[in-house]
């Protein structure tokens, strides 16, 4: 049940490959890929967010799922590994990679509204979280949420606490599954 038989996006391989090579280990697993792709497939004429783009992994899997008339801003700090999913991806005209502080590019762009955001790093989980949420007008909060034996010491505390201030919102639709890594998905309403 829990196997990809679809084919995969089609610079998955070599981003895979890459991140390997770079020693990247924080990327999203297969089936978080899947479920990425099918969400942004439920958004046409999306407009995509991703917080943490990595190698470009789990950004490959939402392009996949995006009809020509969608766009993904994906921003990450770490020039050598965005190199990677630029050089995978950047010929793609639906996306943006962008080489920044996620807290600058949150507070500089608080004012612009997704229809999904995948926060896959701190910035829109753990610091600026209610900037990121108000950023959100119809669609999710998506991340690996259970206990990863690469996670550094003290994050499954910083987990735990997130996943406790999401239920008290009442602005959100939260499912919690443990599934995958743990994926959470808050809906606004």
């Known amino acids: 049940m829990e196997q990809i038989t679809q084919q995969f996006p089609k610079a998955y391989n070599a981003i895979l490959t890459a991140t390997t090579l770079s020693g990247f280990t924080m990327a999203s697993d297969i089936l978080t890929g899947s479920l990425l792709r099918t969400l ?5 004429s999306g407009a995509f967010l991703e917080l943490g783009t990595g190698t470009g992994l789990s950004t490959s899997w939402i392009l996949d799922g995006m009809d020509a008339s969608s766009t993904l801003i994906s921003i990450d700090n770490d020039a050598a590994f965005l190199n990677i999913a ?3 991806l950047g010929n793609d005209s639906r996306v943006e990679l962008v080489l920044t502080d996620g807290a600058k590019w949150v507070e500089e762009n608080k004012h612009r509204q997704f229809d999904y955001i995948f926060a896959d790093t701190w910035h829109g989980k753990y610091l600026l979280l209610n900037e990121v949420l108000a950023m959100i007008k119809k669609g999710g909060l998506f991340d690996d949420m259970l206990p990863q034996p690469n996670w550094p010491e003290g994050h499954q505390e910083k987990a735990l606490q997130l996943v406790s201030y999401l239920e008290t919102r009442e602005d959100l639709f ?11 998905i808050a809906v606004k309403k």
């Open 86 to 88: 630029n050089t995978q």
């Open 40 to 44: 942004a497939a439920s958004k046409p």
């Open 174 to 184: 939260l499912t919690k599954q443990v599934w995958s890594t743990g994926i959470i």
